[in-house]
Every structure is written in structure tokens, then in C-alpha cells.
């Protein structure tokens, strides 16, 4: 299912929905179908990078990444590949 941005023409919110082919979206606000839809933001490049190293420490805190030895685990929290 793609994630969508959208802007409600009723009662101008904007949210993003994650929606399946064929299916009709409505406005969380207001319940509007009167939608448009727009163009989703990019994070800064900036941002790209602590979102990535922020997703790694949690699913290292999940276990995720007990295969790895402790060597190539603190390389892979701090952003090296390994």
C-alpha cells in the first residue's frame, strides 16, 4: 500500500494516508472525500542520516543484531557499513 499526502478541500488539513488501490481516502478531520492530493516532503539531508542511525539502535535494542560480532555492531551504529 502506498503512503499518500493529501490536503482535505473542506476543511484544509493536511495528512498522508496509507492507501489500497481502489480505495476512496477520507479526511481524519472532517470526513471529507473532497481531497487533493500533493507532494510529500523529503527530510533534509541532514536528517537522512540520524533517521537511518536512529531506526539502527532500535532495532539493535530489539536484538536485531545479535549475528553480528561486537566489532561490526559498533560499526554499524555509527554509520559505517561493514
Known amino acids: ?22 480505495a476512496t481516502p477520507t479526511c481524519p478531520h472532517c470526513g ?8 510529500s516532503r523529503i527530510a533534509p539531508a541532514g536528517k537522512i542520516e540520524a533517521i537511518r542511525l536512529a531506526h539502527r539502535r532500535a532495532a ?3 536484538g536485531m543484531f545479535s549475528n553480528y560480532s ?9 554509520g559505517k557499513s561493514v
Open 1 to 22: 500500500m502506498p503512503l499518500f499526502d493529501y490536503h482535505c478541500t473542506a476543511c484544509h488539513a493536511d495528512f498522508e494516508r496509507l492507501v489500497r488501490s481502489g
Open 32 to 39: 471529507s472525500t473532497a481531497l487533493d492530493k500533493t507532494v
Open 60 to 62: 539493535d535494542a530489539a
Open 70 to 78: 561486537p566489532s561490526e555492531r559498533a560499526r554499524l551504529l555509527k
